[in-house]
């Protein structure tokens, strides 16, 4: 699916969220809430697992009422937020929060973090854009010379043509693959883990009454990831240090986790509200740590382009006319 296409479908579906929120308060309960809120969606001529939002709530309406697991609904293509939703509704229901509340405060996340991919992506435009240019210069070279009158025989007529145009063709493969690393490197990890995820639904259990390791132990058991933290809690729960019981973790998300949990285990303070302060403080540092990638692959694009774009071009477009007119008629 497109990225405008998948953008649609996830902000749709957070309105979906928001509207079965609204319906749990007004007494509706959750399998008649998530009927209703699939009524008013469209559905695609031929359902199949993951084809549109329409046909995902329904079957994640027939489940909810008949009490099966709503995890094993497939969600609508481009939604990733889906598994977490239910995943954190499990969690609501096994623990006692408030299902209403937690939805409404997931929306809200799921919309700060859509607006957030929005902008890292359009401070990444540019940057691509001149990857995309830099990657078809010499090739428009190369072109340019043959309209100009320096044909194919330019290059391949003796062995300094041959010369020329191996060394634009290893010019221009070494600055394409010098570009797309640069581009990588600036767009960073994946990442299967989300903090800022995992602080939400801690900060839910915390206002259900759960301990902190207690809720951090039910979000493993729903959460992506979760398996990576059971020798954290274990070790937490034989008496461990914090710091101790965190050192060994690999993963930089649930690193992150575990720094923005440490003031609420050290002092008790702050609670869920701190949490939820921090799961934004998360989004926001995600997006501000893009644009400033962005930024700086702007200006590190230069380096390829100088060394080797530009010297490709001089070979594949320029070095030909010359040697044309060296040759005479």
């Avoid at 990225?3 to 309105?15: H, I, K, S």
């Avoid at 623990?95 to 509340?101: N, T």
């Avoid at 809690?233 to 050192?247: H, I, N, S, V, Y």
């Avoid at 050290?266 to 869920?272: L, R, V």
């Amino acid at each position: 699916m497109r990225t405008g296409a998948a953008d649609r479908q996830r902000l749709r579906f957070v309105e979906a969220v928001r509207r079965w929120a609204a319906l749990l308060r007004t007494g509706s309960g959750e399998g008649q809430a998530w009927r209703l809120v699939a009524d008013r969606e469209d559905v695609c001529v031929r359902p199949e697992p993951g084809c549109c939002l329409g046909h995902s709530l329904r079957g994640l309406a027939a489940a909810v009422e008949l009490g099966a697991d709503p995890r094993r609904v497939p969600g609508p293509s481009g939604v990733v937020e889906w598994q977490t939703l239910l995943a954190l509704l499990q969690v609501c229901r096994a623990s006692g929060a408030a299902p209403a509340e937690t939805a409404e405060r997931f929306a809200d996340a799921s919309a700060a973090e859509l607006d957030a991919e929005r902008a890292r992506r359009a401070a990444a435009a540019g940057p691509k854009s001149t990857v995309t240019l830099l990657r078809w210069m010499p090739l428009g070279g190369l072109g340019i010379a043959w309209l100009l009158g320096a044909g194919p025989d330019s290059l391949l007529g003796d062995r300094l043509g041959w010369l020329v145009l191996t060394a634009g063709v290893l010019f221009a493969a070494v600055g394409h693959v010098w570009a797309q690393s640069l581009l990588r490197t600036a767009a960073g990890p994946g990442r299967e883990v989300d903090a800022a995820a995992w602080l939400d639904v801690t900060a839910a259990l915390l206002r259900s009454g759960a301990s902190l390791v207690g809720a951090l132990e039910r979000a493993a058991v729903a959460l992506p990831g979760g398996q990576r933290l059971r020798p954290v809690l274990a070790r937490l729960r034989w008496g461990a240090d914090w710091d101790e019981a965190w050192e060994d973790l690999a993963d930089e998300e649930l690193a992150e986790l575990g720094r923005r949990l440490q003031p609420l285990h050290t002092s008790g303070m702050a609670g869920a509200a701190g949490l939820t302060q921090a799961a934004r403080a998360v989004r926001q540092e995600r997006r501000r740590t893009a644009e400033l990638a962005a930024e700086q692959l702007a200006v590190r694009l230069v380096v390829p382009l100088g060394l080797c774009h530009l010297p490709a071009f001089v070979c594949l477009g320029v070095l030909p006319l010359l040697l044309m007119m060296l040759r005479g008629p």
